[in-house]
């Protein structure tokens, strides 16, 4: 009897619906069906949701549904408890202890979602359309910042034209029509061409054009000097400086020696201001070396070369002689030389005296006489054609003129 009141009463709500969804949509239809088929509990929490949806809508078609949804609800609830109750008595047991053992994963992805479809099953019409719109606002709005965000759509901010740069976005970079372009004030005898807009300038000056200076300070080779003049253009007075003079150089002036083997140092210096205009090293011309070196000779008597020849080696000398004996291998001479005259124009003293000879200059012969300018060598020794040795003083020439 119980059971056929439930099914009743189920029909009749049924039937209550589908004559109040008649002015909606079939699709409409298909949702309020589809709510009606959960199970006790979650039609209990649907009944709730609806409940506080339908006190929101305070709509006549939403008092009816809520009411055919609670009851609904309510019988398949008592549907529920009888149906437990009965397989408690036949030892069966209950649809709570199977689902208990059954094994859900229910962290797989595929049973997450199948709560989140149910649940959104469960929801009313009313709740589902808000949910769209809140979803389409939302996506709207993401729409629109990324549109924004990208620049696709923006609300320009225009930076003035220039005269190298057309109007510009702030934001975006977006240009509109050309750049200005410069606006050239001619240039004058002070100031280049200059842009009236930007103040850009390109070129130099055109300088002052004066016809005649007057001289006021004359200027120096160390100090600058003055004059002045009236500009044939702009008719301003003009002061310029008057160039620097010429140094006027002296002699050399020899900071550093030359000698015989290496090269000095002299410098020319101006004989206005006393500056070094001219700085370079110098060395020795033949005619200076040899003027250098036989001054630095010196005359011995042959008795001291005699008995000292080995002791004064290094010291140079100069003496004059008859030349005696002529050896040559070349333009090498060995000879023996004579150097002190006696009575009657005779030549004693014998010394031995090498020397190498110039190219291009005059060969020495026997009974010359000769000034030969040199270094002491010590002592040599030769054995004579007798078979004797004879000893003598050394002398190399390094110059020797012929008398």
């Not at 004559?19 to 009944?47: V, Y």
């Not at 149910?118 to 389409?136: A, H, P």
């Not at 004066?210 to 100090?223: P, R």
């Not at 020696?257 to 290496?262: F, K």
Request: net charge negative; aromatic share 6%.
């Amino acid at each position: 009897m119980s059971e056929d009141k439930n099914d009743q009463i189920n029909d009749d709500a049924i039937s209550n619906l589908s004559q109040e969804q008649d002015h909606q949509s079939q699709p409409d239809k298909l949702e309020t069906t589809e709510e009606a088929i959960p199970t006790g509990s979650e039609m209990s929490q649907d009944s709730s949701n609806v409940g506080t949806s339908n006190a929101v809508e305070q709509s006549p078609q939403s008092d009816a549904e809520d009411k055919n949804a609670n009851a609904l609800a309510s019988d398949n609830a008592d549907e529920s408890k009888k149906k437990e109750q009965k397989n408690e008595e036949s030892g069966q047991p209950s649809d709570s202890v199977n689902d208990g053992q059954d094994k859900v994963d229910k962290s797989s992805i595929g049973y997450v979602f199948n709560q989140a479809k149910n649940r959104f099953n469960s929801l009313n019409k009313t709740t589902k359309k808000r949910i769209g719109i809140i979803s389409g606002i939302v996506v709207l709005l993401l729409v629109i910042w990324i549109l924004f965000a990208t620049h696709v759509i923006c609300f320009h901010n225009w930076s003035p034209a220039t005269c190298t740069a057309a109007e510009t976005c702030v934001i975006c970079g977006e240009t509109r029509g050309g750049a200005l372009g410069y606006e050239w004030i001619e240039a004058t005898c002070t100031e280049p061409e200059t842009c009236s807009v930007c103040g850009a300038i390109t070129g130099v000056p055109n300088g002052h054009e004066v016809a005649e200076w007057i001289i006021d300070e004359d200027s120096t080779c160390a100090v600058t000097g003055k004059k002045h003049g009236i500009c044939s253009v702009c008719n301003e007075e003009v002061i310029s400086p008057v160039e620097l003079k010429d140094h006027t150089p002296g002699e050399w002036e020899v900071v550093e020696e030359a000698t015989e083997s290496s090269a000095g140092e002299r410098v020319k210096k101006c004989t206005v201001c006393g500056e070094v205009i001219q700085q370079e090293e110098y060395t020795l011309t033949p005619a200076q070396v040899k003027d250098r070196y036989i001054k630095s000779c010196q005359s011995y008597a042959f008795k001291d070369l005699a008995r000292n020849a080995d002791a004064l080696a290094g010291k140079r000398i100069v003496a004059k002689g008859e030349v005696i004996q002529v050896q040559t291998e070349g333009n090498y001479y060995a000879m023996r030389v004579n150097i002190t005259k006696g009575s009657y124009g005779i030549w004693s003293d014998t010394v031995y005296v090498v020397y190498l000879k110039p190219s291009g200059a005059d060969n020495i012969i026997e009974d010359d006489i000769i000034t030969f300018y040199g270094e002491i060598d010590g002592n040599t020794s030769y054995t004579s054609v007798m078979g004797a040795t004879i000893t003598l003083p050394k002398i190399t020439a390094e110059y020797i003129d012929i008398n």
